[in-house]
């Protein structure tokens, strides 16, 4: 599903117009990629729990030149399901 079907089906199991899932799966969006970047979580009890992780610097060797590389550390987001939703898909 991308978004287009997402906004249409958000759009039919509410009873919005179409521009107004729009308007709103885009700041639901918005509003969870905002509140990541500030570091804080999105938790939807019953959903799930959107967070960034803290990767740590680590050494990789070039399998070609067998030069070791630094991979410098970085923020990544993740998701970790909840337990209704693992639940629902099993």
């Known amino acids: 599903m991308n978004k287009a ?4 089906a958000v759009a039919e199991k509410s009873g ?10 885009a700041a639901v969006i918005d509003t969870v ?4 970047a500030k570091g804080e979580k999105v938790q ?10 803290i990767h740590k610097e680590r050494t990789n060797v070039n ?4 030069e070791k ?3 410098p550390a970085s923020t990544v987001p993740a998701f970790k399901p ?4 693992k639940d629902a898909v099993k």
């Open 5 to 8: 079907e997402l906004v249409e």
């Open 16 to 25: 919005l117009t179409k521009k107004d899932s729009e308007k709103a799966v």
């Open 33 to 36: 990629v905002a509140t990541l």
């Open 44 to 53: 939807l009890v019953g959903f799930g729990t959107f967070e960034t992780r």
């Open 63 to 66: 399998p070609r030149t067998k």
């Open 69 to 71: 590389q630094t991979i």
């Open 82 to 85: 909840g337990k209704a939703f």
